[in-house]
């Protein structure tokens, strides 16, 4: 163990403290953490978890969504300027409009948001369970905030439900283009296309499975063969790490989140030792917020 890592771990003991990291973070943080996960599972695990803090290796809301829900709990982000730009991208005023537009209408909110954007939400979904939930919802009119690509696909297997989008989108994924699949696939023939759904749409028609970055590594790690990987590349270290003897095609030049990756260990250090960068919210917003994702946990089981 290298000196960083072992400080961290005695940090970890002295404070009571446990790490979670997604799947996109550098490969040291993932294997340096507790949990690793999709942003569905580091939100249900952080609900489980005994410890008096949480060090949260990802973006802004994720951090947040761990406080919303565990209160009573120190959420340390190793970096405060993480965020993520889609998180900022539903405007309060257009849900506003269209709740005063539809009546029968449930604001589904990508769990890709603010605190804020949550607490005028019904109820939050992410990439993994956002079906399941919408089809679960009495509601007739979906308005589903803010990623437009996620939406359009979930809404496509739904069809007696009318969805209105908002024009949300993830600079990374949408980075990724139907030609630099196309050309991925020409090389490797025999490769499966596996896709994160917050891509667009001409790419996620050429994929043979769609999913979230938990979905893509499940899928991978039960099927045979060559995979064409169209998400960010941080999956690779777990994919690689599960299927050894398996070979992954990262499509383009494999842009990769900037936020994500401002996550290094040093600041994990940073954040236990100091106890900085700790997520505070307005108690009032917190509890607006808290339903939402409260509601997701529960339509998820
Ligand atoms: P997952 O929920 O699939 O991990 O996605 C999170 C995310 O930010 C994708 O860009
Ligand atoms: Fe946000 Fe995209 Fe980064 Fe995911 S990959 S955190 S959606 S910017």
Known sequence: MN??????QELKKEKD?????????????????DHVGDSYYLSKIAT????RIIVFCGVSFMGESAKILNPEKTILMPDASADCPMAHMAKIKNIQSV??????????CYINSTAEIKAYSDVCVTSSNALKIINKLPQKNIYFIPDANLGRYVARFIPDKNFIFSDGYCHVHTGITAEAVKRARNIHTDAKVLAHPECTWDVLTLADY??????IIEYATTHEGEFIICTEPGI????????PNKVFHLVGKGKSCIDMKKITLQKVADTLEKMQHQVELDETLRQKAFYALANMLELAE
């Not at 000196?3 to 961290?8: D, Q, V």
């Not at 403290?17 to 953490?33: D, G, K, P, R, S």
């Not at 690779?236 to 299927?243: A, D, E, M, R, V």
């Open 3 to 8: 000196s960083i890592t072992s400080k961290i």
């Open 210 to 215: 769609v999913g979230s970055t938990s979905g």
């Open 48 to 51: 489980k978890i005994p410890n």
């Open 99 to 108: 709740k005063n537009k539809y009546k029968d209408l449930a604001v589904v």
């Open 17 to 33: 403290a446990v790490i979670l990291a997604h799947y996109y973070t550098e490969e040291n943080v993932q294997a340096l953490a």
């Open 236 to 243: 690779l270290y777990k994919l690689k790490q599960k299927n």
